[in-house]
């Protein structure tokens, strides 16, 4: 149980063009779920909080109007980069809460490598 | 704020010996939880144990087994008898218990750990 799907697993797109990434609880319904970004050999850097039927969080220095993200149900978190750059190339991780989890363990998806050429 | 630190980047250990992973973080919390997640080339971010403060024992998974100090403000993860399926970047990490399901997780920088066969 407790399993966290991302889709698209891998994606490449051309610089100016939008791309969505949906982030999935398969077996829980998740109240919370969290979007990190990682540059090869660093660690997680979070982006934002989102909470099902509300506004996402957005931690410091993170562009609201480029990575939006929308929660709009217990099982589907997505997470789209507006208008592309080559410096948006990056490894995208979502981890989920879950409403009958523990409160103190968050799953991760497998994460989705974007390339903007 | 919540700081986790991870001073080690790197670290190799010979197959079957024991390897102790170092981390301290900084918190005026009482009550939180404390993790180390594995993550291997595959970048699935996988949860190898959790300690919660309020707990004196330490946490123990298997081959893997924490040394926590409340006071000291360190969490070392042992990994004995160690395999070539443990090489992995291994992060520390911090979550609060204040703010239930939105509570997010602090990571450290990580470090890659190497096992010689």
């Known amino acids: 149980g407790a399993v966290v799907s991302q889709h698209p697993s891998r994606v490449i797109c051309k610089s100016g063009t939008s791309v969505k990434i949906e982030c999935r609880s398969l077996d829980f319904q998740a109240t919370t779920m969290f979007w990190y970004r990682q540059f090869p050999k660093q660690s997680l850097m979070l982006m934002a909080t989102?909470?099902?039927?509300?506004?996402?969080?957005?931690e410091q220095g993170v562009e609201k109007d480029k990575f939006l993200i929308n929660h709009a149900s217990l099982t589907l978190s997505t997470l789209t980069v507006t208008s592309a750059h080559p410096e948006d190339s990056s490894f995208y991780i979502c981890s989920a809460n879950g409403l009958a989890r523990p409160e103190n363990e968050q799953f991760f998806g497998p994460g989705t490598r974007l390339t903007v050429l | 704020a919540q700081t986790v630190t991870q001073s080690q980047p790197e670290m190799s250990v010979q197959e079957a010996e024991t390897v102790t992973l170092s981390c301290t973080y900084d918190?005026?919390?009482?009550?939180?939880?404390l993790f180390w997640y594995k993550q291997p080339p595959s970048r699935q971010m996988i949860l190898v144990i959790r300690?919660?403060?309020?707990?004196?024992q330490n946490a123990t998974e298997n081959r893997f087994s924490v040394n926590f100090q409340k006071a000291a403000k360190s969490f070392s993860l042992k990994i004995s008898d160690s395999q070539l399926g443990d090489a992995a970047m291994y992060f520390c990490?911090?979550?609060?218990?204040?703010?239930?399901?939105?509570?997010?997780?602090?990571f450290g920088k990580g470090i890659t750990l190497s096992v010689r066969p």
């Open positions: 300690q919660e403060a309020y707990k004196q």
């Open positions: 918190t005026s919390e009482s009550d939180y939880y």
């Open positions: 990490a911090y979550r609060s218990s204040l703010t239930g399901a939105n509570s997010k997780l602090t």
């Open positions: 989102s909470n099902e039927g509300s506004k996402a969080t957005y």
